[in-house]
């Protein structure tokens, strides 16, 4: 069946580091694959998305490229700030019309200034 | 502004005790979902609908309901909550699968 696998948390960075989290994903044919973010507190807000294979989802310098051969989404930062603390969720949406989403674990990702 | 939204956002109840968490979206979208978000196991579907008057069973579905009977509407209903439904509630609505989620603020329920 459709799975997501995201590495685990906590990720613990200093301000202006690079941020990877990784996501793998198992699914047939071309789903469309998401990350959400989570800030305390709150919903869940759509941050990136990519529909087809090689495409990047980019928003507020994160960016993430879809890899069909590596099954794979995972989402980079250049240089981290403290507020971009909170709790990150890699997800996929399968692409036989159906409507289950289907998220990761989530990692939570700490800033120090 | 475009949202959804949940109420309550806080509920503490007693098992056995019929509940319902309400969802509204101002976007019309015709996707509507309910999650639960419990601490290790990310989200998990609960009920999805496609359309009015249209349902389908998620991940978890045992012990609830849902019913969607305007566009704008998917309540979710515990009629005999347990302890085990203690969770962290979210409803999304999306124009298509493809598109991604608009959530809610969530509704943490506390069943005692």
């Known amino acids: 069946g459709n799975s997501v696998t995201q590495m685990e948390g906590p990720v613990t960075l200093s301000e202006e580091a690079f941020l990877t989290i990784n996501c793998t994903y198992t699914a047939t044919g071309y789903p469309s694959l998401f990350w959400y973010v989570q800030y305390p507190g709150e919903g869940l807000q759509l941050l990136l998305k990519a529909t087809k294979a090689d495409d990047k989802g980019s928003n507020k310098g994160f960016e993430a490229t879809y890899r069909k051969e590596t099954t794979s989404f995972h989402l980079e930062k250049g240089s981290v700030q403290v507020s971009d603390s909170a709790v990150y969720f890699c997800?996929?949406?399968?692409?036989?019309?159906?409507?289950?989403?289907?998220f990761g674990a989530g990692t939570r990702l700490f800033v120090k200034a | 502004e475009a949202q959804v939204t949940q109420n309550p956002r806080y509920l503490i109840t007693v098992t056995g005790k019929k509940l319902t968490v309400t969802c509204s979206q101002n976007m019309n979208h015709e996707y509507m979902s309910w999650y639960r978000q419990d601490p290790g196991l990310g989200l998990r579907q609960i009920y999805y609908s496609m359309n009015v008057e249209v349902t389908d069973k998620g991940d978890v579905p045992e012990g609830y309901k849902v019913s969607r009977k305007e566009k704008r509407n998917f309540p979710l209903i515990l009629e005999s909550p347990s302890p085990n439904q203690t969770s962290l509630y979210f409803c999304?609505?999306?124009?298509?699968?493809?598109?991604?989620?608009?959530f809610g603020s969530g509704t943490r329920l506390t069943v005692v």
């Open positions: 997800a996929l949406t399968p692409d036989t019309g159906g409507f289950k989403t289907i």
């Open positions: 999304a609505s999306s124009p298509s699968g493809s598109y991604g989620y608009t």
